[in-house]
């Protein structure tokens, strides 16, 4: 099974920051990779697919990048709305896998 | 409006055994592969069960392998999960998610969730 970790597993962070999260694959998975936001209560959201395709709706001051085993979500300028918890998930192969997750949290 | 709507959850003890729906509207459910992902409380997503459009392939993950089974019925625009012999650890609300089409598999619509919980 392909294993994905994600850092850091919480990070603080202000309004109008930008931060990066890193998502690692133990294997290579080429750009099969989506990214997700789930505020507290509240249903996963698509953000990112295929590495660095932005999904519909989706605010441009997010990005992806990445491929083979290291990838990366970049929020440029961060929003109040913006904080919440960030997921990775490799679809290159079965059983499908989600990184941790990485907890954006209010400085 | 597209939609996904969970049905089915509950209490159920140990051993036990529950049948999720989730009925899909506003798009063709036929066109798209489908998925269950759980959240145990107060944790991360877990992936557990996909099944192709026409139901002829279904994959799962191996903490339900052999207990879990996922079927659709395109005509009823409907996706299922069977949950038999249910652990304590099953305990989660249980998502079901459509594949984006054309692209590298991502699940762009959710479900609200329905929520399961095993105990004694």
């Known amino acids: 099974d392909i294993q994905m970790t994600q850092s850091p597993s919480s990070v603080s962070a202000s309004v109008g920051d930008r931060v990066t999260i890193t998502c690692r694959a133990s294997q290579g998975i080429s750009s099969w990779l989506a990214w997700y936001q789930q505020k507290p209560g509240q249903v996963p959201k698509l953000l990112i697919y295929?590495?660095?395709s932005l999904q519909s709706g989706v605010p441009s001051r997010f990005s992806g990048s990445g491929s083979g085993t290291e990838f990366t979500l970049t929020l440029s300028s961060l929003q109040p709305e913006d904080f919440a918890s960030y997921y990775c998930?490799?679809?290159?192969?079965?059983?499908?896998?989600f990184g941790q997750g990485t907890k954006l949290e209010i400085k | 409006e597209v939609q996904l709507v969970e049905s089915g959850g509950g209490l159920v003890q140990p051993g036990g055994s529950l049948r999720l729906s989730c009925a899909a509207s506003g798009f063709t459910l036929s066109s798209h592969d489908m998925n269950w992902v759980r959240q145990a409380p107060g944790k991360g997503l877990e992936w557990v069960s996909h099944?192709?459009?026409?139901?002829?392939?279904?994959y799962y993950a191996d903490s339900v392998k052999g207990r879990f089974t996922t079927s659709r019925d395109n005509a009823k625009n409907s996706l299922y999960l069977q949950m038999n012999s249910l652990r304590t650890e099953d305990t989660a609300i249980y998502y079901c998610?459509?594949?984006?089409?054309?692209?590298?598999?991502?699940?762009?619509?959710w479900g609200q969730g329905t929520i399961v919980t095993v105990s004694s």
């Open positions: 295929a590495a660095s």
């Open positions: 099944i192709s459009r026409s139901g002829n392939s279904k």
């Open positions: 998930q490799q679809t290159k192969s079965f059983p499908y896998t």
């Open positions: 998610a459509r594949n984006k089409v054309a692209t590298p598999d991502a699940f762009d619509i």
